[in-house]
């Protein structure tokens, strides 16, 4: 085993009549009847604001303001884009449900073999367009995540694909990135703390910020961290079985974890360096 340790988001008016008097019976017998039928759209609930697709996609659009919380679920995976729109967006030939509540808003990305519309969502990768700083999280399984230009705090986890990041997140946010069968790869990550974790694959950090904490951590693989050049003294707990470990990172003095680095593998290397 090999280990280093280092601790030095107007109408007219209508004339009485009992003809009128019974359209205005009828009127207002159907009035709950037209409420109900607006607001039924096949059993989603949907919010307002929301554009459903012209092709056969259950939602297209939806305003969503920054800092609110989006979560997406799907079978497959995903690409998570930011833009300077205020809106959530997919192609109307995707299909997708759209519901919330509050600050917390779901995209639900369904897989439905027999749907043709849900092809790209069975282990598929489609595209969502994002305010850029939406905090998201994402579950996924059998395919990848792919997230870039999203500036607020991450969640994002799959099994059986990788986790892919780029310029992304924010200075004062906690980033939790996890997959199992695959690698976690984030470039240009802005965090305050980062959890990154996978079993068989590898963990490539490299930090546009200096978080807090770091850990990261895989089994079969190796984890690999780059901070920025001017990085603080960390607190390094880096270790391995089969492998090397190489901290290039200042050392804190005795007792000063105010910034910890924790890299894990049993089959790989750990690397900690300043970029």
């Excluded at 280990?3 to 009549?17: F, K, L, V, Y």
């Excluded at 659009?61 to 679920?73: E, N, P, Y």
């Excluded at 990041?165 to 802005?190: E, I, P, Y």
């Excluded at 780059?226 to 003294?233: G, K, S, W």
């Amino acid at each position: 085993m090999t280990s280093s340790w280092s601790s030095p988001n107007r109408p007219d008016a209508g004339r009485t009549s009992r003809r009128g008097g019974r359209a205005a019976c009828v009127a207002g017998a159907l009035l709950p009847l037209l409420v109900l039928t607006a607001c039924d759209h096949g059993g989603d609930r949907t919010l307002p604001g929301a554009v459903h697709g012209e092709r056969g996609g259950r939602f297209e659009k939806a305003a969503l303001a920054d800092g609110s919380r989006l979560v997406i679920t799907t079978q497959g995976g995903v690409r998570v884009v930011g833009t300077d729109d205020d809106s959530v967006a997919v192609d109307d030939r995707t299909l997708a449900r759209w519901n919330g509540d509050g600050s917390t808003h779901t995209l639900d990305l369904p897989c439905d073999e027999g749907d043709g519309r849900a092809t790209d969502n069975c282990g598929g990768m489609p595209l969502v367009r994002v305010p850029s700083g939406v905090t998201l999280t994402v579950r996924a399984r059998n395919a990848g995540i792919d997230v870039s230009g999203v500036r607020g705090e991450l969640s994002l986890s799959t099994v059986n694909g990788d986790v892919t990041v780029q310029d992304s997140g924010t200075k004062g946010a906690r980033q939790h990135l996890v997959t199992r069968n695959g690698s976690v790869r984030a470039t240009g990550l802005a965090a305050r703390g980062v959890a990154a974790e996978t079993v068989d694959g590898d963990v490539d950090l490299l930090c546009t910020t200096s978080p807090d904490t770091l850990d990261g951590v895989t089994r079969n693989g190796s984890v690999r961290v780059t901070l920025p050049a001017d990085a603080p003294p960390y607190a390094t707990d880096a270790s391995t079985t089969n492998g090397r470990s190489t901290v290039d990172v200042p050392a804190a003095a005795s007792g000063d974890h105010r910034h910890r680095l924790t890299l894990r593998t049993v089959n790989g290397d750990t690397e900690a360096h300043r970029g």
